[in-house]
T-cell receptor, first 115, second 113 residues
Framework: AQSVTQLGSHVSVSEGALVLLRCNYS??????LFWYVQYPNQGLQLLLK??????LVKGINGFEAEFKKSETSFHLTKPSAHMSDAAEYFC?????????????FGTGTKLQVIP | GAVVSQHPSWVICKSGTSVKIECRSL??????MFWYRQFPKQSLMLMAT?????????EQGVEKDKFLINHASLTLSTLTVTSAHPEDSSFYIC?????????FGPGTRLTVL
């Protein structure tokens, strides 16, 4: 079984401040981990992914995440928030299952950026 | 990255009618596509897994006779909501698997009156 837990359904940061969105995972096999961003009334856009290569993963729009096996975490960070970063962010875990991949999503964290 | 399209992006229908949603992978072949439903302020819930040329696999609690899925080619999967009711109103999102990454469509907003 696999699962992800996102701590904090809402996070507010000031423009220019550090963004930290937390994600912890549970998986019985080495996981693949993803962060997706969703803007209102839109689908999901892949921000970054961890697939067992480098533990520090850089994504689009200045985001990065670090895979920490000892902490079973994959937190998303960005040094300086922009207004355009306001959106909902989903952490996801994937593991091979029966020949195809099944993704489990976290409940999402809504990021608010305050000017 | 890979592109997945959905059509229509927005549909309003009367209760009791059927609605078909198309999901296309535009620049890659997706042997596996997934259909999700997202209610307001909630996460995505997997409805079913669609494999090209075979029957879809539905998640527990999802009525296969109500949500008909067809994956006739490597680039097209369709979801038909049969005899739609207001409680079926939701945001439906499909995804296609390419190189072990899921690429998502832009979603279809279904409103059943």
């Amino acid at each position: 079984a696999q699962s992800v837990t996102q701590l904090g359904s809402h996070v507010s940061v000031s423009e220019g401040a550090l963004v930290l969105l937390r994600c912890n995972y549970s998986s019985s096999v080495p996981p693949y981990l993803f962060w997706y961003v969703q803007y209102p009334n839109q689908g999901l856009q892949l921000l970054l992914k961890y697939t067992s290569a480098a533990t520090l993963v850089k994504g689009i729009n200045g985001f990065e995440a670090e895979f920490k096996k000892s902490e079973t975490s994959f937190h998303l960070t960005k040094p300086s928030a922009h207004m355009s970063d306001a959106a909902e962010y989903f952490c996801a875990v994937i593991s091979p299952l029966g020949g195809y991949q099944k993704v489990t999503f976290g409940t999402g964290t809504k990021l608010q950026v305050i000017p | 990255g890979a592109v997945v399209s959905q059509h229509p992006s927005w549909v309003i229908c009367k209760s009791g009618t059927s609605v078909k949603i198309e999901c296309r992978s535009l620049d890659f072949q997706a042997t596996t596509m997934f259909w999700y439903r997202q209610f307001p302020k909630q996460s995505l819930m997997l409805m079913a897994t669609s494999n090209e040329g075979s029957k879809a696999t539905y998640e527990q609690g999802v009525e296969k006779d109500k949500f008909l899925i067809n994956h006739a080619s490597l680039t097209l999967s369709t979801l038909t909501v049969t005899s739609a009711h207001p409680e079926d109103s939701s945001f439906y999102i499909c995804s296609g698997v390419g190189l072990r990454v899921q690429y998502f469509g832009p979603g279809t907003r279904l409103t059943v009156l």
